[in-house]
């Protein structure tokens, strides 16, 4: 699903749904493709779930207000999201 609320200012809520138990990667990239966070990484159970984002990089410094992609991996395949940070 899409990132809500987005834009955000302070936090946005990151939801996708499993049909089964796997592994997930959850990575918010910068315009470069950069890993700027990681949220998830590691086996999630059947089910929804949501991640939340507090516009910090892996150091918990505040990135810069801008255009960031969501990309989660998962054994079924890929998915991107935009994710747009304002302050």
């Known amino acids: 699903g899409a990132p809500a ?3 955000f200012r302070t936090t946005t809520l990151i ?3 499993l049909p ?3 592994a997930v990667k959850l990575r ?3 315009l470069q493709g950069r890993i700027v966070r990681s949220l998830a990484d590691g086996e999630f159970p059947a089910g929804q ?3 939340r984002w507090d516009g910090r990089d892996d150091q918990g410094r505040v990135v810069r207000a801008g255009v960031y ?3 989660l991996v998962t054994s079924d ?3 991107m999201r935009r994710a747009v940070y304002v302050r």
Request: hydrophobic fraction near 40%; charge should be neutral.
């Open 15 to 17: 939801p996708f749904a």
């Open 20 to 22: 089964e138990r796997g």
């Open 28 to 30: 918010l990239l910068d």
């Open 69 to 71: 992609f969501v990309k």
């Open 5 to 7: 609320p987005n834009p």
């Open 77 to 79: 395949g890929t998915a």
């Open 49 to 51: 779930h949501q991640l």
